[in-house]
């Protein structure tokens, strides 16, 4: 049973049992309980009302991406969770811990990305009565008011290697990435591995490029022009999707990107995160209970992770995708996140 649910069962119970009361007594009794009556249910009614408080605490830079996203996703908790909510913005990294304990004062508190961190675990030292979760990142030190919320990237970075091994015109994918971590491997191996799946099961072989910028003199963005001008159909740009978006236009090819809230003209498809249903459950778990000390892995099973496509991409292709999505979602398919399980992942594709 949903919190707001019990809270107003519980209130229809005091309801009834003061009702038989005042009924009971004489017409003295009635107004004195008339009296309490009036009270219980204020206190009852104002027990519901707010039962959760939460708070965002939004990075210096939250245009158009997780931080953005988790603008919205405070609404949402808002509404799904009847409970009261409030925003602290900092205009730069300086202010993110003083942020985060103007907002101590919530009962669970939301930051946003690695760079928020280190200012969440100190808050949390300080603030142990309040609980805080840490979107989009790991907060490594294990604290039992802390969680961390991280999505499974390598899900929808698979949809993505689907989705473009069956665009026409030609046997290359590309990959490009400003530089090579834990981050940018989920969604490379991902998608290399998404896009062998779909090859696989068009009986064909494409050809996937990956750049990274770190290992060049060159942007990301460069070296996404560079493999549209080797024939690659479509590139998933990690970074510096506006550049490789330019480049798209200029050659007719496409982009998937991730995380982004706008949707124009040369994108293929984002990943996104639905960080709004990532914070959702992260509240219902407090609701239940936890406090704290523990990482969600959220993906497409908690729908928390999505691929949307643009009308660039065929029915039937987005119906395919639509279902190999189910199949991750109940454990028949394993997307990879690194080159180990990447290497298995092929072998066992053959």
């Avoid at 760079?115 to 490594?140: K, R, V």
């Avoid at 003209?265 to 984002?270: C, E, F, I, N, R």
């Amino acid at each position: 049973m949903d919190p707001a649910t019990h809270c107003q069962e519980r209130t229809s119970e005091r309801r009834a049992f003061w009702v038989r009361a005042v009924n009971f007594g004489g017409t003295t009794m009635k107004r004195i309980m008339t009296l309490l009556l009036a009270v219980v249910l204020a206190v009852s009614l104002g027990g519901c009302k707010g039962k959760l408080s939460v708070g965002l605490a939004t990075p210096a830079q939250a245009d158009g991406g997780v931080g953005a996203q988790a603008v919205q996703g405070l609404e949402t908790v808002k509404k799904k969770l009847s409970a009261s909510a409030k925003q602290q913005d900092s205009q730069s990294s300086e202010e993110y811990r003083d942020s985060l304990n103007k907002l101590a004062g919530q009962k669970l508190v939301f930051a946003v990305g690695k760079e928020m961190g280190d200012p969440l675990l100190y808050a949390a030292q300080e603030h142990s009565g309040t609980s805080f979760a840490l979107l989009d990142a790991d907060p490594g030190a294990p604290m039992p008011n802390v969680y961390g919320v991280t999505f499974r990237s390598q899900e929808s970075a698979f949809l993505a290697g689907y989705v473009a091994s069956y665009m026409p015109q030609g046997g290359k994918v590309g990959f490009v990435a400003q530089a090579r971590d834990a981050r940018s491997e989920e969604y490379e191996y991902g998608y290399r591995a998404g896009a062998a799946f779909g090859a696989r099961e068009q009986g064909r072989t494409i050809e996937v490029a990956v750049r990274y910028a770190e290992d060049t003199d060159s942007s990301a963005g460069e070296l996404a022009a560079g493999l549209f001008g080797d024939r690659a159909q479509v590139v998933f740009a990690l970074d510096d999707v506006d550049a490789a978006l330019k480049a798209a236009l200029d050659s007719g090819r496409y982009v998937i990107c991730a995380d982004r809230t706008d949707r124009v003209d040369g994108m293929l498809a984002v990943a996104v995160k639905q960080v709004g249903n990532a914070m959702c459950e992260t509240a219902n778990r407090y609701l239940a209970g936890s406090k704290g000390g523990e990482t969600l892995s959220l993906g497409l099973a908690e729908n928390c992770l999505k691929l949307d496509c643009s009308v660039k991409v065929p029915e039937d292709v987005v119906s395919r995708m639509e279902r190999l999505g189910t199949q991750i979602s109940g454990g028949a398919i394993v997307p990879p996140a690194d080159v180990a399980s990447y290497e298995v992942f092929m072998e066992a594709l053959g």
